[in-house]
Nanobody
Framework: QVRLVESGGGLRQAGDSLTLSCRAL????????MGWFLQAPGKDREFVAA???????RFAESVKGRFSISKDIAQNIMYLQMKGLKPEDTAMYYC???????????????????WGQGTQVTVSP
């Protein structure tokens, strides 16, 4: 079993930066990638970014150039660095871990088995 613990959400103004962190606990060796998804009220959960432990990364078009990922492999922590925040980035952000192998990290919800509880990001105009 893998447990994911997110932190770092908060209230920011448009243009600000924010870093989310996700720590994986448990049988982390079973996972091949970790990702971030967001869910705004009344909307489906959607892909934001992901990286596998080999270093491959994938980003949604809406965050390319603004968001980046870094990892502390020794601590099993993945960070989502968010820059140039926009009001439309407001959502609950979820960390997820996938057991799906591949050259690129997966981007579909169904490919992620483990999910964190979420951390709220709110961006004011």
């Amino acid at each position: 079993q893998v447990r994911l613990v997110e932190s770092g959400g908060g209230l920011r103004q448009a243009g600000d930066s924010l870093t989310l962190s996700c720590r994986a606990l448990g049988y982390v060796s079973r996972t091949y990638a970790m990702g971030w998804f967001l869910q705004a009220p009344g909307k489906d959960r959607e892909f934001v970014a992901a990286a596998n432990w080999a270093g491959a990364e994938r980003f949604a078009e809406s965050v390319k150039g603004r968001f980046s990922i870094s990892k502390d492999i020794a601590q099993n922590i993945m960070y989502l660095q968010m820059k140039g925040l926009k009001p439309e980035d407001t959502a609950m952000y979820y960390c997820a871990a996938s057991e799906v192998e591949g050259s690129a990290p997966p981007s579909r919800n169904s490919e992620y088995r483990y999910w964190g509880q979420g951390t709220q990001v709110t961006v004011s105009p």
